[in-house]
């Protein structure tokens, strides 16, 4: 079956541009978890839905950084006036019911601000 | 605020070795603890799920275990292969705080 899904794999962006990541978590699974991964460090909680709520969303940075899921399945990431503090692999992860359980991870968006 | 430690940072082993891998943690009072190896240029791929109340997991040649009361898990690979080649992360509790990882490379 078809599993977590990002896009765009890859994206450059002007210091300054706004960007939006979309993942396509597994059908039916009901939480939905984004992460940000600095080069050689382990991946950051930024933010989790289950449904269509956004549980928590203590991890984001700043408030140039927004998540919404609002029909409980496709999730967008969305960051605002880019810099390049902000360039990473962003990976968003699913699972079944709720967190705690296995997640699923897609291969990640690489973001590159010039 | 939860700290997660994993050591060595790389580690380079022939093939056949047998090897263990190390996650320490500073607060006890973790849900679960999971581990997942990491390919370049790849997402996560989930290995084992220890549940706060179990000690250890095994599947196939992986067997992880872990103690809450010392804060630490350990991830063992025996008969090392050269497709065990990856970095290995442990993440702890249903806010997924991840360790740094341990990019293994089995030599052939």
């Known amino acids: 079956g078809a599993g977590v899904s990002q896009s765009p794999r890859y994206k450059v962006a002007k210091r300054g541009q706004d960007v939006a990541l979309r993942c396509d978590p597994i059908?039916?699974?009901?939480?939905l978890f984004w992460y940000q991964q600095a080069l050689g460090q382990g991946p950051e909680f930024l933010t989790y839905f289950q449904n269509e709520a956004q549980l928590d969303k203590s991890g984001l940075p700043s408030d140039r950084f927004f998540a919404e899921r609002p029909e409980g399945s496709v999730s967008t990431l969305k960051i605002q006036r880019t810099q390049q503090e902000d360039s990473a692999v962003y990976l968003c992860a699913s699972s079944q019911y709720r967190g705690g359980e296995t997640q699923y991870f897609g291969p990640g968006t690489r973001l590159l601000v010039l | 605020k939860q700290e997660v430690t994993q050591i060595p940072a790389a580690l380079s082993v022939p093939e056949g070795e047998n090897l263990v891998l190390n996650c320490s943690f500073t607060?006890?009072?973790?849900?679960?603890l999971q581990w997942f190896r990491q390919d370049p240029g790849k997402g996560l791929t989930s290995l084992l799920l220890i549940q706060s109340s179990q000690r250890e997991q095994t599947s196939g040649r992986l067997n992880a275990s872990l103690d809450k009361s010392s804060g630490r898990s350990t991830l063992y690979i025996a008969a090392s292969q050269p497709g065990d080649s990856a970095t290995y992360l442990c993440a702890l509790g249903n806010d997924m705080r991840f360790g740094a990882g341990t990019r293994l490379t089995v030599k052939p």
């Open positions: 607060d006890s009072a973790i849900y679960n």
């Open positions: 059908s039916g699974h009901v939480s």
